[in-house]
């Protein structure tokens, strides 16, 4: 009985490990960013959530955050630096404060002062 167990342990947590969503890094612009979506996928409401999105000035020259405007009130995002030096990570903080039962799936838009356009992030969750 107990290689059974050991077996259908190992086949779950294959499993589990392959269903993560795993994104490549993406290069917008002057920046390397590990991941361009926020998840808070299957929490529970009315509780304070923070999400982080990373993100590496590949250019020669500092990058300035401008401003981050978010699609709905329902999060904050807020960058930990103003300037990211060549090579050094950038981190913007997501915060959803207390949300109520149901989706949301909104847009954040980061606008450096080095770039043209700005660069969008997706806020995502389910809270129940």
Same mark, same amino acid.
């Given at each position: 009985?107990?290689? &059974?167990?050991?077996?259908? &342990?190992?086949?779950?947590?294959? &499993?589990?490990?392959?269903?993560?969503?795993?994104?490549?890094?993406?290069?917008? %612009?002057?920046?390397?960013?590990?991941?361009?979506?926020? #998840?808070?996928?299957?929490?529970?409401? #009315?509780?304070?959530?923070?999400?982080?999105?990373?993100?590496? #000035?590949?250019?020669?020259?500092?990058?300035?955050?401008?401003?981050?405007? #978010?699609?709905?009130?329902?999060?904050?995002?807020?960058?930990?630096?103003?300037?990211?030096?060549?090579?050094?990570?950038?981190?913007?903080?997501?915060?959803?404060?207390?949300?109520?039962?149901?989706?949301?799936?909104?847009?954040?838009?980061?606008?450096?002062?080095?770039?043209?356009?700005?660069? %969008?992030?997706?806020?995502?969750?389910?809270?129940?």
């Amino acid at each position: 009985m107990k290689p &059974l167990y050991t077996c259908l &342990l190992m086949m779950l947590w294959s &499993l589990a490990v392959t269903a993560q969503k795993k994104s490549d890094p993406k290069i917008i %612009g002057k920046a390397k960013f590990l991941m361009t979506e926020v #998840n808070f996928n299957n929490l529970p409401a #009315n509780k304070p959530y923070v999400g982080l999105i990373m993100f590496i #000035n590949v250019s020669k020259e500092p990058l300035t955050i401008l401003e981050i405007n #978010n699609e709905c009130s329902c999060f904050t995002a807020s960058p930990r630096e103003k300037v990211i030096y060549p090579n050094e990570k950038g981190i913007i903080t997501y915060k959803v404060d207390n949300p109520p039962k149901g989706s949301i799936r909104k847009k954040s838009f980061i606008r450096f002062k080095e770039m043209k356009e700005p660069v %969008g992030i997706v806020v995502r969750g389910r809270f129940i």
